[in-house]
């Protein structure tokens, strides 16, 4: 058995989200989800089983956490433990590209690449389907960051059948998500609290409703490259998110000052000719979607606003995968 293995995984951003669980255990979402994964925003981790530690050892960017910190990742752990009958504890080590914690799904890769390198060290050879369930548990949406490209996680009500596939590669179309980071402070809340909580919302079963014309809109627009049609509907489905959020009790609100004077600014852009639109996560950062060609002109545009710290450019990326190298420490 190999006891050590690296893999790598992309955040992604979902063009139809995730908000709300049929089961907050297992993390089975109300509806289905797409999203395209993000090639400059990875967790790359390397996980080595380890008969001589007493607990699991958790290193995120060089800092090693603390139990409550550690806990999320060793309970992931313990489903890998399970299905290859394993004892041993794990060394983790793992480092993104962006920051934690900002609405920029780190949760997504980190745990699509932990599920990655933990079974490929144990000895496990699942199909990409049996990752995607299995990162599921560890987050939602790590479910989707196991396969490529732009991708389709289906609602259903058991396990196995929760899980995420690729509906188009990364060559299919030259979108980019170009990350306005305008706020570094952590979320106020939390997506899995923000899940549990969407069932206060009175607003959450209208959505889902909306959710029955929107998903097949986007995924066709998505299908036939068709940014004219895709572009509203992205904006209408982050503040339908936002509005199941804003009217939860008690009331989660994710923006700070630069996330509204962005949503506006997207509008102006528009106006005067640069076809650009948003989407948010559950935190304050904007994601500026655009096509290839209008991407430079957007980052210039960027460099100019005061409120906008940094930004970070993504193209669509590839399936989470193992990779040779190991980071330093582990194994
Ligand atoms: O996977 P989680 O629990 O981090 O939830 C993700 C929730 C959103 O980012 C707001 C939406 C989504 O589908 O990614």
Redesign the pocket.
């Known amino acids: 058995m190999a006891a050590t293995a690296t893999a790598r995984a992309c955040a992604?951003?979902?063009f139809i989200?995730?908000?709300g669980n049929l089961s907050c255990e297992l993390?089975l979402p109300y509806n289905d989800?797409i999203?395209m994964n993000l090639d400059g925003a990875t967790s790359t981790t390397t996980v080595a089983w380890r008969d001589d530690l007493p607990t699991d050892v958790v290193v995120v960017d060089g800092v090693e956490l603390d139990r409550s910190g550690t806990q999320r990742a060793s309970e992931h752990l313990d489903r890998v433990r399970a299905l290859a009958g394993l004892d041993a504890r794990a060394e983790v080590r793992s480092v993104n590209t962006f920051p934690m914690g900002t609405?920029i799904?780190s949760?997504?890769s980190g745990f699509a690449a932990l599920t990655v390198a933990a079974t490929a060290a144990a000895g496990l050879s699942l199909s990409e389907r049996e990752l995607s369930s299995l990162a599921r548990m560890g987050?939602?949406?790590?479910a989707?960051s196991v396969p490529s490209g732009f991708v389709q996680w289906l609602a259903a009500p058991s396990h196995d059948d929760s899980f995420a596939y690729s509906i188009a590669d990364p060559g299919h179309w030259d979108l980019r998500d170009v990350v306005a980071v305008v706020s570094r402070q952590h979320k106020v809340v939390g997506?899995?609290g923000?899940?549990a909580a969407a069932d206060t919302s009175p607003y959450l079963g209208a959505r889902l409703g909306e959710l029955r014309t929107r998903l097949p809109a986007v995924r066709a627009a998505l299908l036939d490259r068709d940014f004219a049609a895709f572009g509203p509907l992205l904006e209408e489905e982050a503040l339908s998110?936002h509005a199941a959020a804003l009217t939860s009790r008690p009331p989660i609100l994710y923006w700070a000052p630069g996330t509204v004077a962005l949503m506006r600014q997207a509008a102006e852009w528009r106006a005067s000719g640069l076809p650009v639109y948003f989407t948010l996560?559950?935190g304050p950062n904007v994601h500026l979607v655009v096509e290839g060609i209008h991407a430079t002109s957007l980052e210039r545009e960027l460099e100019r606003l005061s409120c906008v710290e940094a930004a970070l450019h993504c193209r669509p990326g590839g399936p989470a995968a193992v990779v040779p190298e190991a980071l330093g420490g582990a194994g």
């Open positions: 992604n951003i979902a989200k995730y908000w993390r989800s999203s609405g799904a949760s997504a987050s939602g949406s790590a989707r997506s899995s923000g899940h998110l996560d559950a």
